[in-house]
Nanobody
Framework: QVQLVESGGGLVQAGGSLRLSCAAS????????MGWFRQAPGNEREFVAA????????YYADSVKGRFTISRDNTKNTVYLQMNSLKPEDTAVYYC???????????????????WGQGTQVTVSS
């Protein structure tokens, strides 16, 4: 089993920034992709960003491209999501996720990912 613990969420005004972290522990794979999804009330969980083991392959949802940056530190088994120029529509619970090996072809789909964290709330006020 792999455990994922997110941190860094909170309340911020529109235009502000937050940095989310997600630390993985347990039966960590030798190489694994990591990602972030989010879910707003009444909505389905949606893809935000994903990063390969080496960091050489990165994907973003169109809605966050240019504002969010995903990165990782493999020495700490941790992935980060730097969120700038936040908008009220970014308000959601943000979930960290992991899958063994490379990023899947359908990386934007929840079924491509294996383990999930409990989520951290991000609220952006207008």
């Amino acid at each position: 089993q792999v455990q994922l613990v997110e941190s860094g969420g909170g309340l911020v005004q529109a235009g502000g920034s937050l940095r989310l972290s997600c630390a993985a522990s347990g039966s960590i794979f030798s190489s694994y992709a990591m990602g972030w999804f989010r879910q707003a009330p009444g909505n389905e969980r949606e893809f935000v960003a994903a990063i390969s083991w080496s960091g050489g392959l990165i994907y973003y949802a169109d809605s966050v491209k240019g504002r969010f940056t995903i990165s990782r530190d493999n020495t700490k088994n941790t992935v980060y999501l730097q969120m700038n120029s936040l908008k009220p529509e970014d308000t959601a619970v943000y979930y960290c996720t992991v899958r063994r090996g490379n990023i899947g072809g359908n990386y934007y789909a929840t079924y491509e990912w294996t383990y999930w964290g409990q989520g951290t709330q991000v609220t952006v006020s207008s």
